[in-house]
């Protein structure tokens, strides 16, 4: 599979995992969020220029999310990984 389509799935999954976690606290929620937004903003930028800060903020999402949210952070994980395959 692509790396595009991977992101794109995995930014999908991140999407289930924050409607299917009612717990979450609200400042996490937006941040996750704005996260998702700016990933989907990359996707259709093949070829474009792309922003390589947004692997730094997948990476200290990770950071956040790694110990109230494990499932979460190793879909961010994931993500950091397609990221750089892309070349991001």
């Known amino acids: 599979m692509p790396a595009r389509e991977q992101l794109k799935d995995q930014v ?3 999407r289930e995992q924050l409607n299917s976690d009612p717990l ?3 400042e996490k929620r937006v ?3 704005t996260l998702i937004a700016e990933l989907e ?3 259709p930028l093949e070829g474009a220029i792309q922003d390589p800060s947004i692997a730094d903020g997948v990476n ?3 950071e956040r999310f790694e110990l109230d949210h ?3 952070a190793g879909t961010l994980r994931n993500i ?3 990221l750089g395959n892309i070349g991001i």
């Open 12 to 14: 999908r999954e991140l």
């Open 24 to 26: 979450m606290s609200d």
């Open 31 to 33: 941040e996750l969020e």
């Open 41 to 43: 903003v990359q996707q």
């Open 60 to 62: 200290l999402a990770v």
């Open 70 to 72: 494990p499932g979460i």
């Open 80 to 82: 950091v990984v397609t």
